[in-house]
């Protein structure tokens, strides 16, 4: 809060934030999505705390901007970064881990950089945005269904994977990535 405060008392108008797909609560055992994909402003779920501290900065922003409403924030929800040349394995059915939904949320550097770099070159938009980021497709070797309904048992069954059921969609991201590519042209490009 007291940089950003320094900054805009200094003038400066516009903000590109790093926030973290972690901020909904993904990285607990017990977090389960309300959506799927999972929208840009998915309630904070968090109970480790982690998540909880992401969250707490893009409501910061939300704050300044209800001070100063000429102020433009872009809080972008990153996914796990992978270098552009390390080989991924995808993930397979089996038991949930901690920060299961990151090991299947990835994004490579060399769009993690186009992406930033869209979000900073981008007019100037009074008001806060938060967009997630990640990878179009999910780092999974069979679909998304199959293994979130090996991770949740039980409690996949109060979801609704009708987007992966539709052809073409079954490995699709578990992040809602359109408001990012129609609010800043950001479509990642490199697959895994």
Not at 68 to 76: E, K, R, S, T, V
Not at 151 to 163: E, L, N, R, S
Not at 164 to 192: C, K, N, T, W
Request: glycine share 6%; net charge negative; charged share 20%.
């Amino acid at each position: 809060h007291h940089l950003l405060r320094y900054l805009i008392d200094r003038g400066v108008q516009k903000f590109v934030l790093a926030s973290s797909i972690a901020a909904v609560g993904m990285q607990s055992l017990r977090f389960r999505p309300l959506q799927l994909p999972m929208p840009d402003e998915h309630p904070c779920l968090d109970r480790d705390g982690y998540g909880f501290s992401k969250y707490m900065m893009e409501e910061v922003t939300r704050y300044l901007a209800r001070q100063n409403d000429a102020l433009d924030f872009i809080n972008i929800r990153l996914a796990s970064i992978v270098p552009d040349d390390r080989v991924v394995t995808p993930r397979t059915a089996g038991p949930l881990t901690e920060w299961a939904m990151g090991s299947i949320s990835l994004m490579r550097l060399s769009d993690t950089v186009r992406c930033l770099t869209l979000a900073v070159e981008a007019p100037h938009k009074a008001g806060v945005r938060i967009m997630n980021a990640v990878g179009a497709q999910a780092n999974v070797a069979g679909t998304v269904p199959e293994l979130l309904c090996s991770w949740y048992g039980q409690d996949a069954d109060q979801i609704d994977f009708a987007h992966y059921e539709q052809p073409g969609h079954e490995r699709d991201a578990v992040y809602d990535i359109s408001y990012i590519g129609s609010e800043l042209g950001f479509i990642p490009e490199m697959a895994f």
